[in-house]
């Protein structure tokens, strides 16, 4: 089992910052893929940035250049740091952790205001 626990969410305008963290109960080696995903109202879940363990990266085209996905293995954590957000970023972003099964954290809430 892993538990994972989002944090950062938040009101912001657009332009502007934010970092969500994801802290895992299990240390990162035993996680093949790191990832954070969003879904907006009435809209499917989707990627918005992944990490291997290896440490390979990957982004959604809609956010590359402006979010970077990171770690910190000592805390277990991963972090997203979101910059020059739009109000289209607006979502629920969830934590996900893949060992291969997919484990999913409860969500924060980002809402980005025009």
């Known amino acids: 089992q892993v538990q994972l626990v989002e944090s950062g969410g938040g009101l912001v305008q657009a332009g502007g910052s934010l970092r969500l963290s994801c802290e895992a109960s299990v240390a990162m080696f035993s996680i093949n893929v790191m990832g954070w995903y969003r879904q907006a109202p009435g809209k499917q879940r989707e990627m918005v940035a992944t990490m291997s363990r290896g440490g390979t990266t990957n982004y959604a085209d809609s956010v590359k250049g402006r979010f970077t996905i990171s770690r910190d293995n000592a805390k277990n954590t991963v972090y997203l740091q ?12 969830y ?9 999913w954290g409860q969500g924060t809430q980002v809402t980005v205001s025009s």
């Open 82 to 93: 979101m910059n020059s957000l739009k109000p289209e970023d607006t979502a629920v972003y």
């Open 95 to 103: 934590c996900n952790a893949y060992t291969p099964r997919s484990y």
